[in-house]
């Protein structure tokens, strides 16, 4: 009994050799792993896009999206939960904050943008009368 209390006491050792594949279905460090990279990808068409109604506010419904669409274009790619994605802005709540600041982008922004897109695809896709 002792020799258990003082297994379950020590405190685990992080091994960081470890690989892990991020393309696992069941796996919560992979799915960090995942919603990473998908933020990084976000945030990097951010940085190159020039039009402002093609920037992405970070939220947890526009980033589920953007996994999606991920996933739709490339069935090897995997989709992302919400609780993991609720999990990262939460970590990552001052990293998000700054690239909002630095496009001057607001929790509205998704949603006047896509008005805006739609706009414009109907004033350039107008039929021409002969």
């Known amino acids: 009994m002792l020799r258990l209390a003082e297994s379950t006491t020590k405190v685990r050792e992080i091994d960081v050799d470890v690989v892990v594949n991020k393309n696992a279905r069941n796996s919560s460090k992979a799915a960090d792993l995942r919603i990473i990279e998908i933020v990084d990808e976000m945030m990097l068409e951010n940085d190159t896009e020039e039009k402002r109604y093609n920037l992405r506010f970070l939220s ?7 996994a999606r669409e991920r996933k739709d274009d490339d069935s090897n790619k995997l989709a992302l939960s919400i609780p993991v994605i609720t999990r ?6 001052a990293e998000i904050k700054q690239h909002h600041s630095k496009h001057n982008l607001n929790e509205n922004h998704n949603r006047v943008a896509h008005y805006e897109r739609l706009k414009i695809s109907n004033t350039t896709n107008k039929p021409t009368e002969v």
Do not use: S
């Open 60 to 66: 947890q419904k526009a980033i589920f999206d953007y």
């Open 88 to 93: 990262y802005l939460d970590n990552h709540q």
